[in-house]
């Protein structure tokens, strides 16, 4: 199983972009899937999440400019960003956990990077 994120970029502030994650192979009993950040020199962070039931859940500081989408059926899905400000720069990496056996797989990360 992999998991493929693409769609990172350069964007200046107030800016959008949207990044996506692709999963080839087979993953059964799919519990979430999760977009993390990590910038330089600070912890990786779950930013936004999509549950199995299509329920949501953000950052504080994301919402009202973030959303997440995901398709259950392909284990895929996408960040779309709004209103991107400079303290948004980081990499940001795509989770698919499983409940049984409880597992992480994750995306090479791709680098979103917004100037001021």
């Known amino acids: 199983v992999q998991l493929q994120a693409s769609g990172g970029g350069f964007v200046q502030d107030g800016g959008s972009l949207t990044i996506s994650c692709s999963t080839s192979g087979r993953i059964s009993n799919l519990d979430a899937m999760t977009w993390y950040r990590q910038a330089p020199g600070k912890a990786r962070e779950l930013i936004a999440l999509?549950?199995?039931?299509?329920?949501?859940h953000y950052k504080d500081s994301v919402k009202g400019r973030f959303t997440i989408s995901g398709n259950i059926a392909d284990r895929s899905m996408t960040l779309q960003m709004n209103d991107l400000k400079p303290e948004d720069t980081a990499i940001y990496y795509c989770?698919?956990?499983?409940?049984?056996?409880?597992?992480?797989?994750w995306g090479q990360g791709t680098q979103v990077t917004v100037s001021s």
């Open positions: 989770n698919v956990r499983t409940t049984t056996p409880p597992f992480d797989y």
């Open positions: 999509i549950r199995n039931t299509g329920s949501t």
